[in-house]
T-cell receptor
Framework: GDSVTQMEGPVTLSEEAFLTINCTYTATGYPSLFWYVQYPGEGLQLLLKATKADDKGSNKGFEATYRKETTSFHLEKGSVQVSDSAVYFCALIRHSGYALNFGKGTSLLVTP | NAGVTQTPKFRILKIGQSMTLQCAQDMNHNYMYWYRQDPGMGLKLIYYSVGAGITDKGEVPNGYNVSRSTTEDFPLRLELAAPSQTSVYFC?????????????FGPGTRLTVT
């Protein structure tokens, strides 16, 4: 079945450091891929998406590129801020699917 | 516009007790979802609804019941709580005309069964 694997957290970075959170997937066909973010005390919200191979999703300085050849969708940000501290979830959905398939989430803590 | 609200935020149950997790949305969304997130795991779909009066099972429905009598509300019922139901429960909703990934999530209910 479909699955999403994320790197283990927590990830702790200093402000202005470079961020990478790895995400790889297993799915039949060509799924759409997503990153969701959950800030403390809030619900998940969509951060960015990519619906086909080689698409790059971007939002709020975060980027992720849909790599079909490596079945990956790694999240990157060039310079993190304290306000980026949150839990980040990678997810996928097949085009015929009815539900999102989430990874375990990666907790990010950015210190001043 | 409150979005998706969930109550309670936290709850501790004893084995065998029952409770209802409340979820409400004020965006007139047809689709509503219940997920659970076990410690160190991703979210799993429990039940979903495509409109008032219509519900269907997700990936992990055992031990739960749902009802959808109104567009706004989608309560999740645990009849005989078990330790395996210790989890964080998220409710979400989306518009019928929106893409599947455009779900709006509530802040979650943290449930412990001891």
């Amino acid at each position: 079945g479909d699955s999403v694997t994320q790197m283990e957290g927590p990830v702790t970075l200093s402000e202005e450091a470079f961020l990478t959170i790895n995400c790889t997937y297993t799915a039949t066909g060509y799924p759409s891929l997503f990153w969701y973010v959950q800030y403390p005390g809030e619900g998940l919200q969509l951060l960015l998406k990519a619906t086909k191979a080689d698409d790059k999703g971007s939002n709020k300085g975060f980027e992720a590129t849909y790599r079909k050849e490596t079945t990956s969708f790694h999240l990157e940000k060039g310079s993190v801020q304290v306000s980026d501290s949150a839990v980040y979830f990678c997810a996928l959905i097949r085009h015929s699917g009815y539900a999102l398939n989430f990874g375990k989430g990666t907790s990010l803590l950015v210190t001043p | 516009n409150a979005g998706v609200t969930q109550t309670p935020k936290f709850r501790i149950l004893k084995i065998g007790q029952s409770m209802t997790l409340q979820c409400a949305q004020d965006m007139n969304h047809n689709y509503m979802y219940w997920y659970r997130q076990d410690p160190g795991m991703g979210l799993k779909l429990i039940y979903y609804s495509v409109g008032a009066g219509i519900t269907d099972k997700g990936e992990v429905p055992n031990g739960y019941n749902v009802s959808r009598s109104t567009t706004e509300d989608f309560p999740l019922r645990l009849e005989l709580a078990a330790p395996s139901q210790t989890s964080v429960y998220f409710c979400a909703s989306r518009a019928a005309e929106g893409p599947l990934w455009e779900q709006y999530f509530g802040p979650g209910t943290r449930l412990t069964v001891t």
